[in-house]
């Protein structure tokens, strides 16, 4: 049994053969090929594109999609091993993950980081308890990394430039009113460094630098990939020849469950914005997020608006791609 919580336990060959699966699903997107099977989706957080993708292609492919939200419709659930609960918890994961498993085929999780302590958080803890207590393959929806957005990314690279290898890739840093969760930032440094992509981390200082972890493992993919990774806080070295132009915000790890000191360290930067005139400066690149997206703070008008952005058909590769994945953790091919 093979579960979804990370690309980096996935090799280069086994992705693109959910991505050219995903192809074919777009070509043909309803069958029967999961008729009669059951996947559980728990969202610790909320949703809209992952929700509504994992529902629909469930039904597309003759699955049936059980939403559980803990503490809301369903009992709020204890992640902590050996603990007494005394708390709001009315149930241990141990206990959920063996009952979703007799009564599912895969079950999908969606659990944001506390923002309390990042040497905890980085650990992804929820998740992998629930892998480990599980009897059927687990998907990430979302903890501290989004490999589900990854595969819709690279699913779109494809697309739009073909063969991804040695095309300059640029993820940059823009402003947001609060720190959010590094989990794309960390996913799309995985999935370009995988496909031999030549990455340019763009940040505002060198307090936004990754985490370790994810860093050193795209460096690692890149040496095998034959791609590369640099570290700027020069707009124009970042934007200069860009292929793709992938924004996202997030929080300065060094001050992780400060967000007053955050939004001290960040206010100077709202210029990290993408704008046209950036845009200009890059190699007639395509611009993507993957939402949501506030408008006119982490990119304007003018390039959401433009030819060039490709968000939109991220956001419907989602669906493509999750439905790939549901085929091949749940044992069945396309068709």
């Known amino acids: 049994m093979k579960s979804f919580l990370s690309t980096v336990d996935y090799t280069r060959a086994e992705i693109q053969g959910l991505l050219d699966t995903a192809s074919e699903l777009k070509a043909a997107p309803v069958s029967r090929a999961l008729a009669g099977r059951t996947v559980a989706l728990l969202f610790l957080n909320p949703s809209l594109r992952t929700r509504t993708s994992f529902e629909v292609g469930a039904f597309q492919l003759g699955a049936h999609a059980v939403v559980l939200e803990p503490g809301k419709g369903a009992w709020g659930i204890e992640f902590e091993q050996s603990v007494?609960?005394?708390?709001?918890?009315?149930?241990?994961?141990i206990e959920v993950a063996g009952v979703l498993s007799r009564y599912c085929d895969a079950i999908a999780l969606r659990a944001f980081p506390l923002f309390a302590d990042w040497q905890v958080d980085r650990q992804d803890r929820v998740i992998r308890t629930l892998a480990e207590h599980a009897t059927v393959p687990v998907i990430n929806m979302e903890t501290i990394i989004h490999p589900c957005q990854e595969l819709a990314l690279m699913r779109t690279i494809q697309d739009h430039l073909g063969r991804p290898d040695n095309r300059k890739f640029l993820l940059t840093w823009t402003w947001h009113p609060r720190p959010l969760n590094t989990a794309v930032a960390n996913s799309a440094l995985l999935i370009a460094s995988k496909f031999g992509m030549d990455i340019t981390l763009l940040v505002p200082d060198e307090a936004y630098r990754l985490d370790s972890q994810f860093m050193d493992a795209a460096a690692a993919q890149a040496c095998e990939s034959g791609g590369s990774l640099e570290v700027t806080t020069d707009i124009e070295q970042g934007y200069s020849g860009a292929d793709w132009v992938y924004a996202k915000s997030w929080g300065a790890l060094p001050l992780y469950g400060r967000p007053a000191e955050d939004a001290?360290?960040?206010?100077?930067?709202?210029?990290f914005m993408v704008d046209g005139e950036k845009m200009a400066m890059t190699a007639n690149a395509r611009f993507s997020h993957c939402l949501p997206l506030r408008r006119n703070i982490k990119a304007s008008d003018e390039v959401m608006d433009a030819d060039y952005c490709v968000a939109l058909d991220e956001a419907e590769n989602r669906l493509h791609v999750q439905k790939a994945l549901m085929l091949s953790l749940m044992g069945n091919k396309a068709g």
């Open 84 to 93: 007494v609960m005394d708390g709001d918890a009315e149930e241990h994961i």
């Open 264 to 271: 001290e360290l960040r206010a100077p930067f709202r210029h």
